[in-house]
C-alpha cells in the first residue's frame, strides 16, 4: 500500500484568535483529484495554506510526501486564492524566475513556460506585461506558473473564479490532465456543477471542521440528490438526515 | 525538486537588482543625481568666481586724512597698495574706476575718538560682511603702518602691523605632546567625516526609498504568496535586500564618480589618510547594509507605503543622530558618550566615523563596533523576515 501524497493529521489553527481549522484530518493521494467545498470563511484556504507550508498547524501535522518536516511545499505546485503577478516585468520571464526559484535550470524553465503558455493560447504574450492582459488572461498565466513547476501535489485554491466557461473546461481538462499523470490535485471550488464530474472525492469543511468526505457517488447517496443538495446538508445540518 | 537556500538568494537577489535598474525611476534617478550635483557645483563655481572677481579686482585700498595727522609722515612710503587721497572726491573717483576696494576718511579727531569712514561699493550681496571685515582689517594695517613710519626699525615696524604673519598650530595631546596640525588635516577631520557621513544619508535614502517601494509593489502586485510558497520568508527578504542594495549602491557609485571626477583637487587636499579611508569605507558599508536591512524589513512589515515612510523615519532619525551630538561627541568631555553611541549599532556607523576624525577611537574598538553592528543587522534580517511572514500570512482565515 502506497503512502498518500498529502496527510493531514488532526490540524487545528487559529488567526487572530479565531479557531479556523479545528481538528481537520485528511488524505490526498497520487492520481486522484479531491474537491475542497465549504461555504465562504469555512477555513478552506487555511487548510489549503497549511498543507502548502506557509501557515504552521498550531496542533496536528500536514504532511507532505517527500517534503521535509522543516520546510513544505518542495513538492506542490500552488496556485493561491489571492491573484497576481508582477504587473510590469515580461511574463515570460516571470514564469522563468518563478520555476527556478523552485529548482528548475533556467533552459527548461524557459521551455516550459513557452510549452505551458501555447497550451492556454497565450503563445504570443511571452515578451507581453501581464497588466496588458484581461483578467482571465491573468488568471490563464497564474495556472501556466503553478503547472509548469510540475510537482507531484498540486493544490489549486478557486481555479475556475471569474473563468468563462471555455476556459473553465480548459482548466478542467488540465487538472484531470493531471489526475492522469499521476498527480495528487485538491482544489477548492464553488462550482459544484464542475466538481461533480471532475473529483473522486469530495470533503465538506464547515466551521473549520470537515462535516463530509467521500466520493462524489457516495455523498449524493448518503444525503441524497445532487452533489449541492449534499453540500448544503453537510453544512446546514451537519450530516445526513 | 530541491533548491539551496544560498541559490535562492542569489536568484531573488538578481532578479530584484535587474529590475530595479530597468525602472524608468531608476534611471532618471541615476541620471539626475550627478546632474544635480553637478548644476550646483557649476553654480556655486560661478557664484564664487563672481566674489573672487568682486574681491580681486581692486586689491588696494585709498587713505583720506583730511588733516594729514596720520598719513604726513607715510606719504608715497605705504607702497602700491594703500593709496594717500587728498580729498573724499579722489577716493571715490579711484573706487568708481574699481582701482580700490574702499577708502576710510580718517576723522580729524582721531586720535581721540579713532572715528574712521569706510566707504565701499554696494557689491557681494549675502557676503558683503565678510567683505566689510577685510575692509576693516586692511585699513587699519594702512593706519599702523602709517602711524609707525620712521619711528621703528624696519623689521619691529613689520611685526606691529602684522604680528602673526606666519603661525603654526600645535596640537598638546594627553600625553603632553605637542604635535603640529595643518590646516588641512584639521579640515580633513572634519570634511572627510562628514563628507563620508552625507554620502551613507544619501545612500540610506535613495535605496531605502526602493526597498520600500519594491516591498510595497509586492504587496500590490500580490506576489508575496506565490513568492512565499516557493521561497522561505528568510531567503526571499534577504535576497531583496541584498538586489536592491546592490541597485542602490550602483547609484551611488555612480554619483561619486561623478563626485570625485568634478571634486578631485579638492579631495586630495584634504590628504586623507591611509587608514581613514579604509575605516571609513568599513563604516559606509556597514551602516549602509544595517539601514538597507532595517529599511527592507520596515518596507516589508508596513501595511501601506505611509506607515512604512513614518517607520522609516526613525531610521533616519537614529542614523543622523550622532550628527546632531557632533559638537560634544567629538570633545573630551562627551567622550564617554561617544563611546556608547559606538557600539549601539543604529548610531554606530556614524559615530565611529566621527571618531575617526579626531582619533578619538583605535583599530580594535572600530573592528569589535562595527562587527557587533553587523551581528545585529543579521539578527534584524532574520526577526524581520520572521515578522514578514507572520504580517502577510496571518492576517487572513
Not at chain 2, 354 to 372: C, D, Q, Y
Request: aromatic share 6%.
Amino acid at each position: 500500500m502506497t503512502a498518500p501524497a498529502v496527510r493531514v493529521a488532526r490540524v487545528t489553527k487559529s488567526l487572530d484568535g479565531r479557531r479556523i481549522l479545528d481538528d481537520v484530518s485528511l488524505e490526498l493521494n497520487g492520481g486522484e483529484i479531491v474537491g475542497l467545498l465549504g461555504p465562504n470563511g469555512a477555513g478552506k484556504t487555511t487548510l489549503i495554506r497549511t498543507i502548502v507550508g506557509l501557515l504552521e498547524p498550531d496542533a496536528g501535522d500536514a504532511i507532505v510526501e517527500g517534503d521535509g518536516s522543516r520546510r513544505r511545499g518542495r513538492h506542490i505546485s500552488y496556485l493561491p486564492e489571492e491573484r497576481g503577478l508582477y504587473a510590469r516585468q515580461p511574463i515570460g520571464e516571470t514564469l522563468v524566475y518563478l520555476a527556478t526559484l523552485r529548482g528548475i535550470a533556467e533552459a527548461d524553465a524557459r521551455r516550459a513556460a513557452h510549452a505551458w503558455l501555447a497550451r492556454m493560447d497565450l503563445a504570443d504574450a511571452i515578451e507581453r506585461h501581464l497588466g496588458t492582459l484581461s483578467k482571465g488572461q491573468q488568471q490563464k498565466v497564474q495556472f501556466a506558473a503553478a503547472l509548469m513547476i510540475d510537482a507531484p501535489v498540486l493544490l489549486l485554491d478557486e481555479p475556475f473564479s471569474g473563468l468563462d466557461p471555455l476556459n473553465v473546461r480548459l482548466f478542467a481538462a488540465l487538472v484531470a490532465d493531471a489526475r492522469a499523470a499521476g498527480k495528487a490535485v485538491l482544489l477548492s471550488a464553488h462550482q459544484l456543477h464542475v466538481l461533480e464530474p471532475l473529483c473522486d472525492r469530495v470533503a465538506i469543511v464547515s466551521g473549520g471542521r470537515v462535516v463530509a468526505d467521500a466520493s462524489v457517488s457516495a455523498l449524493r447517496e448518503t444525503y441524497g440528490g445532487s452533489l449541492e443538495h449534499a453540500f448544503v446538508s453537510a453544512v446546514t445540518k451537519g450530516g445526513p438526515q | 525538486m530541491t533548491i539551496a537556500p544560498l541559490r535562492q538568494i542569489w536568484l531573488v537577489a538578481r532578479w530584484e537588482f535587474v529590475h530595479a535598474v530597468r525602472r524608468t525611476g531608476f534611471i532618471i534617478a541615476l541620471v539626475s543625481l550627478p546632474m544635480l550635483h553637478l548644476g550646483l557645483a557649476s553654480l556655486i563655481g560661478l557664484s564664487t568666481r563672481s566674489v573672487i572677481a568682486d574681491n580681486d579686482a581692486p586689491a588696494a585700498i585709498a587713505l583720506v586724512d583730511p588733516s594729514g595727522a596720520i598719513t604726513a609722515r607715510a606719504a608715497g612710503e605705504l607702497g602700491d597698495r594703500v593709496h594717500i587721497e587728498r580729498t573724499v572726491e579722489s577716493a571715490r573717483t579711484l573706487l568708481r574706476e574699481r582701482r580700490i576696494a574702499c577708502f576710510a576718511v580718517i576723522g580729524t579727531d582721531y586720535l581721540e575718538t579713532g572715528r574712521i569712514e569706510i566707504h565701499a561699493r554696494e557689491e557681494g550681496g549675502l557676503l558683503r560682511f565678510g567683505a566689510r571685515l577685510d575692509h576693516r582689517a586692511r585699513v587699519a594695517r594702512a593706519i599702523r603702518q602709517a602711524m609707525l613710519n620712521d619711528r621703528l626699525p624696519d623689521t619691529i615696524r613689520a611685526r606691529v602691523v602684522e604680528p602673526d604673519a606666519r603661525v603654526a598650530f600645535f596640537t598638546v595631546k594627553t600625553d603632553g605632546r605637542s604635535l603640529p596640525e595643518a590646516d588641512n588635516a584639521i579640515l580633513a577631520a572634519f570634511a572627510g567625516p562628514l563628507g563620508v557621513s552625507l554620502l551613507l544619508g544619501i545612500g540610506i535614502f535613495v535605496s531605502g526609498g526602493t526597498l520600500q517601494e519594491s516591498m510595497s509593489s509586492e504587496r500590490e502586485n500580490r506576489m508575496l504568496e506565490v513568492l512565499l510558497s516557493s521561497v522561505p520568508a528568510e531567503s526571499l527578504v534577504t535576497g531583496k535586500v541584498i538586489g536592491l542594495s546592490a541597485a542602490g549602491f550602483l547609484q551611488l557609485a555612480f554619483y561619486v564618480l561623478v563626485l570625485a571626477a568634478t571634486a578631485g583637487s579638492g579631495i586630495v587636499l584634504l590628504d586623507l589618510s591611509v587608514r581613514f579611508v579604509i575605516a571609513a569605507a568599513a563604516c559606509f558599508a556597514t551602516g549602509y547594509v544595517l539601514f538597507s536591512v532595517l529599511m527592507g524589513v520596515t518596507g516589508a512589515i508596513a501595511r501601506t507605503g505611509h506607515e512604512s515612510m513614518q517607520m522609516a523615519s526613525v531610521w533616519m532619525l537614529a542614523a543622523a543622530s550622532p550628527m546632531m551630538l557632533v559638537h560634544w561627541i567629538t570633545t573630551d568631555g562627551g567622550l564617554g558618550t561617544a563611546r556608547w553611541l559606538s557600539w549601539f549599532p543604529l548610531t554606530a556607523p556614524v559615530t565611529v566615523l566621527l571618531r575617526l576624525g579626531n582619533g578619538t577611537i583605535g583599530p580594535i574598538e572600530i573592528v569589535s563596533a562595527l562587527a557587533f553592528t553587523w551581528i545585529f543587522s543579521a539578527i534584524a534580517l532574520a526577526a524581520g523576515a520572521r515578522l514578514f511572514r507572520a504580517v502577510v500570512l496571518g492576517r487572513s482565515g
